[in-house]
């Protein structure tokens, strides 16, 4: 639904337009990641907390919301001009309000995570996409321009915390706990170091785009990369927090913790490498019939990032293990190691090569090289090697490249685009499916075994009621 809300707005905004809404992204996002300073993570991961707990998190996540919020309203002028869009100073001020609605909606995720009861947060995140995307549809019809994406970005926010908080029963009391403080930030500070690490790699050539090269170059990226991190997202994050949770409970189970991680690795990949893979293939007649002929020039991104998102299930399988281990310092080396060549290479495409296309693909090589060291330290903590991570997905990667192929090959003779997706679909799906049948793929097993447990439960409830 939310894809949908960017498709339209898409049509009826410029590149130039979403370029300029990266750029202010990129403050936003680090922001958030300050914010929640991997608190949120820390609540999920403890064994026990209390109203203590969970309103310490709140009010130092609060605080440096609001200090986070005045530096960027100071601000805002000189990134402004700084890449010469002296007009995004104040749409960013009033885009930097999210901030403080992240303090909030942290905790409130953090205890539905907790709870396994993710129901909850799609009912919140499904009202939020509808409302938000009306009102920021209108706005783009009656010509707002890039404040149609602000309000948009910003109201998803806040209905999304409200429509949270009617669900769950919760909310911060007046109390401060210096112990409770300390014994999060312990954990947490390494997940904050971590993720501002990971943040600014992944809004560094953001910054760069907007500055080197152009808005329109920027616009054209982000919306590339928009629709395959959406989709990776949404298919890996259905799997990841339950996996974080449930390793968290059973972490003195080494045995137990590394079954877990496999199911979870070879689940995701299989929803995921196919995704992507289809997705790939059908980028042109996709991009050229939802957003028309001038965001074309995006599609070699798009699929670039559909590689990289591939790798999705690979890097959090394996982060999410050291977490729910308790293993965050680990997860700081990791992120150190990972950006100290990341950023040489992203500088290289950049300042030397001086191509927009080689700085994407200088992502694709940090996103391999990312595999190994990921799950590099999992050999020794839940006896899960990079060897045996590889030989539980390529039979994946291999279906879904044969599959691929096929449907590339025979969507080349449709010239109708609508007719050109649905050959690639229908012929992707059942060569990868058929084959994932055949071969007795043990994702696709555990997928319709759990589907099926799921049918036989609904059957049960409704001959109960």
Known sequence: MELAVQVVMARMLSPDE????????????VGNVIVQSGLNTALVQAKRIDDD??????????????????????????????????????????????LLITAFNSVQVALVQRELKLRKVFNATLVAVL???AVGIAAAVVGAGLWA?????LLYQMINCFVLGLQISWSPSLVFSRSKAKKHFSFSWKLLASGLLEQSYQ?????????QFSATSLGLVSQGKKYPQALGSMLDGAIQPVMLSAVSRVQSDVSQVKRLVRRALKTSTFLIVPSMTLFAVAAKPIMGLLLGEKWLPCVPFLQMYCFIYALLPIHTSNLQALNGMGRSDLFLKL??????YGICFILFAAFVLKDVYLMIAMYMLSGVIAT?????????????????QL??????????ALSGGLALMCGAFVANELLHIIVDIVVMAAAYLGLARILHLESLEYLLATLGEMHGSRKRKRAQG
């Open 203 to 211: 809004s560094l050539s953001d910054l760069i785009i907007g500055k």
């Open 372 to 388: 190994i060291v990921n799950a590099y330290p999992n050999k020794r903590v839940i006896g899960y090697s990079y060897g045996e």
């Open 391 to 400: 030989r539980d997905i390529a039979p994946v990667f291999a279906l879904s």
């Open 335 to 340: 992120e150190l190691v990972k950006k100290a």
């Open 18 to 29: 979403f370029g300029a809404l990266a750029i202010m992204l990129v403050f936003i996002n």
């Open 149 to 153: 994406l602000v309000v948009q970005q």
């Open 53 to 98: 707990d969970t309103s310490t998190v709140f009010w130092l996540s609060f605080g440096t919301s609001i200090l986070l919020y005045g530096i960027i309203f100071f601000a805002s002028p000189f990134i402004a001009e700084f890449y010469g869009m002296e007009y995004i100073a104040w749409p960013l001020r009033v885009l930097s309000l999210i």
């Open 131 to 133: 409302v938000s995307g």
